[in-house]
Structure formats: structure tokens, C-alpha cells
């Protein structure tokens, strides 16, 4: 009963790790500005980065959370297309607000952190979407051994106080990563997710 019972809440976590994006969504926030006013090479900065989730369940209201350990860089190209950007996840900083949901999520069921400690996402490829100079960042995503292809999409915010700014927020499937155990228990398989993204020049 206890296992079903926080199954329950641990699923929106676990779908918001999955990271399968679908198609690129609306962005809400600051204008989107051009890609190639950040030419060069980033490193995020960790404190000043966040990620989060929101799903909403049939039964309960919505359930959200973050995850932290973000590390990562950019080299944004003159041609764009060919930028690269690189991050990765701490898995074990999942945090719902509830610690018994949190360590169930760590476990065996679902991250099997002890086993598969970091979430991995290569980036290869940026394409710009529209006039307004909204992108998606297309490349891989690795959770608990398995790699998929995915797409990110993302508004570059501009650069302040030379800090680059990107953010995005997009809908995340968990099924591609085999993390849908408890299917059926009251949550959908989408969640969304959102990410702010500062950064610094690389020295």
C-alpha cells in the first residue's frame, strides 16, 4: 500500500527526468534576441541555473519540483546550426518537497541513482524556428543507460551583466526512458518542464 500510495506522487519526478521533448512549444517571457549576439564559448554557472517540472495529476492538483546539479557549456557558432551545447543532471537532487517521494524516486524503481548517478544531454545541432528568433537545440539525451534523440526548445534572453541567458519550457514524455512504472495511477505521461540557463564566458 505505502509503495502505490507514494507512487502515486513520485510520478510527476519521474516524468520530468524522461526529457523527451515533443514539438516545440510556446515560450513565454522576454523577447527572444539573436543567437549570434553570444558567439563564443559558455560555461553555465550552477547557482544561477534552475530546472523544473510541473505535471498535473486526475486526482490531486498538480505537482512540481526541481532538479540541481546542473553543469554545462556552450560554443555558440557563427553558422548556428553547428553550435554545440553540453549539460548534465545530478540525479540525486530530485526534490518534490516530500523526502519519502524523493528517495522512492531515487531508487531502484525508478533513477536507480546508486547505479545511474547522472542524467547526460549532448547537444549538436542549433535550428532556428521563426522570425521571432526562437531555437531548438536538437541532440541526445542519456537517462539510467539508454540514449535518445531529442529536441530542446529554447529563447536566448540576451546577455546581462556578461551573463548569457537562456530559457525554455517544453513538454517531457517519461516512456522513453522505461520510467513509467505505476502507469495508470492518476498522473498523464507528459509533464512540462522549464529551465532558466545563465552562463559565463569560458576562460
Not at 545530478?90 to 526534490?95: L, M
Request: glycine share 10%.
Amino acid at each position: 500500500m505505502n509503495k502505490v500510495f507514494i507512487g502515486c506522487f513520485m510520478l510527476p519526478a519521474v516524468i520530468m527526468a524522461a526529457f523527451q521533448l515533443k514539438s516545440p512549444t510556446s515560450i513565454p517571457g522576454p523577447q527572444s534576441k539573436d543567437l549570434r549576439e553570444a558567439l563564443g564559448k559558455w560555461e553555465f554557472i550552477a547557482s544561477e541555473s534552475t530546472l523544473g517540472f510541473k505535471i498535473d495529476n486526475m486526482w490531486w492538483s498538480s505537482v512540481s519540483g526541481t532538479v540541481g546539479g546542473m553543469k554545462g557549456s556552450a560554443h555558440i557558432k557563427e553558422g548556428i546550426t553547428s553550435s554545440e551545447l553540453n549539460f548534465s543532471l545530478d540525479a540525486n537532487s530530485f526534490k518534490t518537497g516530500i523526502k519519502t517521494r524523493d528517495e522512492h524516486l531515487k531508487g531502484k524503481d525508478f533513477f536507480d541513482v546508486p547505479v545511474y548517478p547522472v542524467i547526460q544531454f549532448k547537444g549538436n545541432s542549433i535550428a532556428e524556428v521563426n522570425k521571432e528568433k526562437r531555437y531548438v537545440l536538437k541532440g541526445d539525451l542519456t537517462i539510467k543507460g539508454k540514449t535518445k534523440p531529442i529536441e530542446v526548445p529554447f529563447d536566448f534572453a540576451g546577455i546581462e551583466n556578461n551573463k548569457a541567458v537562456f530559457q525554455g519550457e517544453a513538454l517531457v514524455n517519461k516512456k522513453d526512458f522505461n520510467l513509467d512504472e505505476f502507469k495508470g495511477m492518476g498522473t498523464g505521461d507528459a509533464a512540462t518542464v522549464t529551465f532558466t540557463v545563465k552562463a559565463k564566458r569560458a576562460e
